[in-house]
């Protein structure tokens, strides 16, 4: 069984695969009508910032993943992303061990019970998420080769797999 620390790697070294064919820096941080004017840039900080929340929070257990730095570097430099996502990868593995997830509505605090690897495993999901939404701005983008499964969740292409055999 593949460990949740690959799929996320994985699914970030795609990413990277993606960001590194961007002809310029405008097409990473040029708004796209199809996004609400957001930006590949936008997205990929997002991706980002949970995981540095996740990786911060480690080492007390406390994980909030509202607390957000929103460095504007990270959605303006693709070359400056690439960098903190390899760093990412490299300090992502870690024992799995309880964690609190802390969360902020408008009237109260909330706190929730989860573990590690749980965590890694939302993170994964959520950059999935964000990198469907980066496929469409990059359907305006000529050239660019996409990995059949970027922005895809794996237990889907694990079922296109059945339905094709």
Same mark, same amino acid.
């Given at each position: 069984?593949?460990?949740?620390?690959?799929?996320?790697?994985?699914?970030?070294?795609?990413?990277?695969?993606?960001?590194?064919?961007?002809?310029?820096?405008?097409?990473?941080?040029?708004?796209?009508?199809?996004?609400?004017?957001?930006?590949?840039?936008?997205?990929?900080?997002?991706?980002?910032?949970?995981?540095?929340?996740?990786?911060?929070?480690?080492?007390?257990? /406390? *994980?909030? !993943?509202?607390?957000?730095?929103?460095?504007?570097?990270?959605?303006?430099?693709? +070359? =400056?992303?690439?960098? $903190?996502?390899?760093?990412?990868?490299?300090?992502?593995?870690?024992?799995?061990?309880?964690?609190?997830?802390?969360?902020?509505?408008?009237?109260?605090?909330?706190?929730?019970?989860?573990?590690?690897?749980? /965590? *890694?495993? !939302?993170?994964?999901?959520?950059?999935?998420?964000?990198?469907?939404?980066?496929? +469409? =701005?990059?359907?305006? $983008?000529?050239?660019?080769?996409?990995?059949?499964?970027?922005?895809?969740?794996?237990?889907?292409?694990?079922?296109?797999?059945?339905?094709?055999?």
């Amino acid at each position: 069984m593949t460990s949740v620390f690959n799929k996320s790697t994985e699914a970030l070294d795609s990413l990277l695969q993606v960001l590194k064919q961007l002809p310029d820096q405008a097409g990473y941080s040029e708004p796209c009508k199809a996004l609400s004017n957001a930006t590949i840039g936008q997205h990929t900080r997002h991706i980002i910032e949970l995981y540095q929340c996740l990786i911060a929070g480690y080492q007390n257990g /406390e *994980i909030n !993943y509202d607390d957000r730095k929103r460095n504007l570097l990270y959605e303006t430099d693709s +070359v =400056a992303a690439q960098g $903190i996502i390899k760093e990412i990868q490299r300090e992502l593995e870690q024992p799995d061990k309880p964690v609190k997830i802390f969360c902020q509505t408008a009237d109260h605090s909330v706190c929730i019970e989860s573990n590690y690897y749980r /965590e *890694i495993l !939302y993170n994964l999901e959520h950059c999935i998420h964000h990198q469907a939404l980066i496929k +469409v =701005a990059l359907l305006d $983008i000529d050239n660019l080769q996409i990995a059949e499964g970027f922005g895809v969740a794996p237990s889907t292409l694990q079922y296109r797999q059945q339905c094709a055999q």
